[in-house]
């Protein structure tokens, strides 16, 4: 179970955030605040934050550090309704787990989430647009017809979030059979890390 507290000075946001997210199946919402001060003022017990950007009195990333000096090892996943390509630079610098624009869709969100948790730094798709713009003429996509339909099947649970365990599990196969899969895919699709693979496969159709 994912336990996650909210924080995000607009209450009719929290109490949305936590209806969608806490319907998502292994995710309880244990905590919310409505600014920096109240959250660092109380011992939080949540596996994940999702902090907002812009919070009143001190700002998201500001609040990320103190919870850093505090010894907060969490996973941190940073939100905004408005952000720019600095913005999520900042944010990623200063130790954020993922930053995610509020246009996200609650799976996007959900994702997200399950990601930051598993140790990966996802980004919606549209904080991934502000870092990496789309040329005017867009490139091929990738191939998918170079993988096999195991890596396919690992690429879409890589979209979803999941560790290699995680997929292991799903798959009922051995972790290292796993790792196998998750290096042939990033060979074949010509990516660098699981994360860029996991973004990738969010915006695929399968």
Known sequence: MIRLAIVDDQALVREGLSLILGSEPGVSVVAGFGDGEALLAT??????????????????????????????????????????????????????????????????????VRGAHAGLRPLSASAAELLWPRPSTPPAGPD????????????????????????????DVAERTVKTHVSNVLGKLDVASRTQAALLAQGLKY
């Open 43 to 112: 011992p939080v017990d949540a596996d994940v934050i999702l902090l907002d950007l812009y919070l009143p009195g001190a700002d998201g990333v500001a609040v990320l550090r103190a919870l850093r000096a505090r010894g907060y090892t969490g996973r941190v996943l940073m939100l905004t309704t408005v952000g720019s390509a600095a913005d999520v630079q900042r944010a990623l610098a200063a130790g954020a787990d993922g930053f995610v624009l509020k246009d996200a869709t609650g799976a996007e969100l959900a994702a997200a």
């Open 144 to 171: 998918l017809q170079a993988l096999t339909a195991r890596e396919r099947e690992v690429l879409r649970l890589l979209g979803e979030g999941l560790s290699n365990r995680e997929i292991a599990r799903a798959l």
